[in-house]
């Protein structure tokens, strides 16, 4: 099995080892195009199973949970520094 495909009708854990990584020395920038660069692949791939349909709408709804939760914690960090500057200027 690669990648999440069943044998014999028994789906199971994608087997990651069979997969290309990149080189353990690669940056985190490296490591997230990489990652970002499978799942477009993923999201962009027809699916051919019903189960590969479904788990590509729920990872489209996995990244809009992460997205909204980065803009919030991104607005909660800067009104958070914003007071704590304010606070230490007076």
Known sequence: MT???SLGG???EADAS???HPASSSTLSDVCADLHQRVTNFLNAEPKEEVVRRTQQQTKVALQVIE???RDYEYALC???????TTVAC
Not at 79 to 85: A, D, E, G, I, N
């Open 18 to 20: 069979t997969t290309e």
């Open 68 to 70: 909204k939760a980065l």
């Open 3 to 5: 990648n999440g495909t």
């Open 79 to 85: 009104h958070y520094l914003t007071t704590l500057v």
């Open 10 to 12: 028994i789906h199971r």
